[in-house]
């Protein structure tokens, strides 16, 4: 059976939020051709963004409205339940009251963005034409300064690789 409840962290809504939307994009690049337009590159995927909005409504709405409000100021990451998914990571990226705040009444927008699973790297980066310092640590999964330390002195430009080039990735 499915589950019919949204959670975050420690807080789990009284009641479903009336709005709840998932967000898919994709990195996507254009590349203009000369004398024949542009090409679109595909360059991975993002986070699911979800936001979504809901209401307090009773005598516990404040009370409910301050244990959101203290989840979204706790930061990091958490994992994020949503009726009939498969829970994620997410970050709690926004938080919105919609209206005066009222003791029994409290209308609010939030939104979340999935982290996604970084993938296992292979500890080889092979160079390809055009690679630069930043393009190699992009596709390896690292950061220029990280993929710098694990090769000393094996790049000598960071602007231009050589193609073929095999760079230790940490």
């Known amino acids: 059976m499915k589950q019919l409840f949204m959670a975050y962290k420690d807080f789990t809504w009284p009641r479903l939020p009336d709005s709840l939307q998932m967000q898919n994009q994709k990195y996507v690049d254009v590349l203009p051709q000369p004398e024949s337009g542009e090409t679109l590159q595909e360059l991975?995927?993002?986070?699911r963004v979800v936001s979504g909005s809901g209401v307090f409504v009773g005598e516990e709405a404040?009370?409910?409205?301050?244990?959101?409000c203290a989840c979204y100021a706790g930061g990091g990451s958490g994992t994020l339940y949503l009726p009939g998914r498969k829970p994620v990571q997410a970050i709690f990226a926004e938080l919105s009251l919609q209206q005066p705040l009222r003791r029994t009444y409290i209308v609010y927008r939030f939104l979340f963005q999935e982290l996604l699973p970084q993938a296992k790297q292979p500890g080889?980066?092979?160079?390809k034409t055009g690679d630069c310092l930043w393009s190699a640590a992009t596709a390896a999964g690292t950061t220029p300064?990280?993929?710098?330390?694990?090769?000393p002195g094996h790049i000598r430009w960071a602007n231009e690789l050589t193609a073929g080039q095999k760079l230790v990735v940490p």
């Open 62 to 68: 404040e009370q409910e409205w301050e244990a959101l």
């Open 44 to 47: 991975g995927q993002h986070g």
């Open 124 to 127: 080889v980066y092979t160079a």
């Open 145 to 151: 300064e990280e993929l710098l330390q694990a090769n």
